[in-house]
């Protein structure tokens, strides 16, 4: 029995080298590396604008927010407006800064009625005043140009993304079966001008609203010209300038229009166009000009009008604002410009880490 128990394992020390060694195989249990850790995420904020209206949204971005991009993208002009562009980029906040308040103003789209409105609103549109007459009718009216995006730090903007122009117009009665040669004049598109919308009839008359000038950073575009050719009671109507720069944005140029009544021959006459409003942005657009002619003989009018385009806002970026340093990546067309009808919302969309 005693060399028995000899060659057996002494109870006592397995008991106590069991009770040192479950602690430590606890311990490691308990503390594991990824737990004592607090995983980052990814926050993403968006202001977007709906139809002509622009939306404003404020965003605090947390002291030690990391990779820190945006997105901006102006709105489209009205009608066949022009697109606006589209800006990325990366912000950097100082060393050591707490939280920052950033302002993102997202611009609204144009349309027949109505500019966008938003960081520099878009030039307004001028509808017809009334309801065309009888008789043999071609028409296009004018519309409205996109606002402008952009994202503000301490009240002053670091990005922004110009607006497209608004499309021009034209429009004529005539007697008989006999029409003019109608161009309509799209709106400017990504810092370009508006298009002329142009009018001829053999060549008897020709007439010409020449699109607005496209803004260029600091510059406000000029509005367009006008010429009414020579045929009897012509009227003609230079385009409205854009607006330059300021804590809101440059205004696009509103719409003009070339409007003259009256009677010959024995009869009446009535002529009307407008033009398409300028992209608002860091400086505006200009709005296209407005042009037209009429005779009446008979009793019986023929008339033709055309107004053209408006030139696109300007995009303007800062290398810094607030402390906040801008890392601008590219610029690319949104292509939002309106396809016969309303132009596309602008938005801006900034994401961080955190």
């Known amino acids: 029995m005693d060399d028995q ?6 109870r006592r020390r397995v008991v106590k080298a069991a009770a040192w060694s479950l602690p430590v195989i606890a311990a490691a249990v308990a503390v594991p590396r990824a737990a004592a850790s607090t995983a ?24 030690g927010a990391t990779d820190i991009s945006y997105e901006v993208i102006g709105g489209g002009g009205g009608g066949t407006g022009g697109s606006a562009n589209r800006i990325v980029g990366m912000l950097t906040l100082p060393a050591g800064a707490g939280d920052t308040t950033v302002t993102l103003i997202a611009g609204g789209g144009g349309s027949y009625t109505a500019g966008g409105s938003g960081f520099g609103a878009g030039g307004a549109p001028r509808p017809y005043p009334g309801t065309p007459s009888a008789g043999n009718w071609q028409t296009q009216w004018g519309a409205g140009g996109g ?25 004529q009665r ?3 079966s006999a029409a003019s040669t109608m161009a309509l004049g799209d709106g400017g598109s990504s810092g370009a001008a508006g298009q002329a919308s142009t009018g001829a009839y053999g060549t008897a008359y020709r007439m ?11 510059a406000a575009g000029t509005g367009g010209a006008a010429s009414a050719g020579t045929y009897p009671n012509p009227v003609a109507v230079a385009g409205a300038a854009g607006g330059a720069p300021s804590g809101t944005g440059g205004n696009g140029g ?17 002529v009307y166009s407008a033009s398409g409003g300028g992209g608002g942005g860091y400086s505006g657009g200009g709005s296209g000009a407005a042009a037209g002619t009429a005779y009446s003989t008979g009793g019986s009018a023929t008339w033709a009008a055309v107004a053209g385009g408006g030139g696109a806002g300007s995009d303007g970026t800062a290398t810094s604002a607030g402390g906040v340093v801008n890392t601008v990546g ?17 938005s801006v969309t900034l994401t961080y880490t955190i």
Do not use: F
């Open 5 to 10: 128990k000899a060659a057996g394992p002494d």
């Open 40 to 63: 980052r995420q990814t926050v993403t904020r968006t202001a977007k604008a709906t139809g002509s209206d622009g939306a404003t949204t404020t965003v605090v971005i947390p002291a």
């Open 147 to 171: 606002a402008g995006s952009a994202i503000l730090v301490g009240g002053d903007a670091i990005v922004v993304a110009g607006g497209g122009g608004g499309s021009g117009s034209y429009a």
């Open 174 to 176: 005539y007697t008989g």
């Open 208 to 218: 010409s609203g020449g699109g607005g000038a496209a803004a260029a950073a600091a």
């Open 254 to 270: 509103a719409a003009v229009y070339a409007e003259r009544s009256g009677s010959a021959n024995g009869g009446s006459y009535y």
């Open 330 to 346: 590219a610029t690319t067309s949104a292509a939002n410009g309106g396809a016969g009808a309303e132009g596309g919302a602008g």
